[in-house]
Nanobody
Framework: QVQLVESGGGLVQAGGSLRLSCAAS????????MGWFRQAPGKEREFVAA????????SYADSVKGRFTISRDNAQNTGYLQMISLKPEDTAVYYC??????????????????WGQGTQVTVSS
């Protein structure tokens, strides 16, 4: 079982940037497709971005396309979410998730079996 720990969240002004990291330990990270999700207060957790196990394929929610970039460094067992041009509506707790196997990209909550504890991102207007 892989364990995930997110970091890099914080308070930023609208238009600013943040890079979230997801450090993985446990089973082989390189065999795990991963994703980023977010949950704003009073709302359901939603898909943000996903990446295949080798990092070749990616997928994004329409709301973040062109502003967010998902990547991973399997040698460092770490995934990343680079966020630019942040908006107040991006404010949420951001979670990284890993899936036990698979060769594609996955965008649904129930595709992933391991979750981090989340990191808060707050964008002020």
């Amino acid at each position: 079982q892989v364990q995930l720990v997110e970091s890099g969240g914080g308070l930023v002004q609208a238009g600013g940037s943040l890079r979230l990291s997801c450090a993985a330990s446990g089973r082989t990270f390189s065999s795990c497709p991963m994703g980023w999700f977010r949950q704003a207060p009073g709302k359901e957790r939603e898909f943000v971005a996903a990446i295949s196990r080798g990092g070749v394929y990616t997928s994004y929610a329409d709301s973040v396309k062109g502003r967010f970039t998902i990547s991973r460094d399997n040698a460092q067992n770490t995934g990343y979410l680079q966020m630019i041009s942040l908006k107040p509506e991006d404010t949420a707790v951001y979670y990284c998730a890993a899936r036990n196997g698979g060769y594609g990209v996955y965008a649904t909550l129930n595709s992933f079996d391991t979750w981090g504890q989340g990191t808060q991102v707050t964008v002020s207007s």
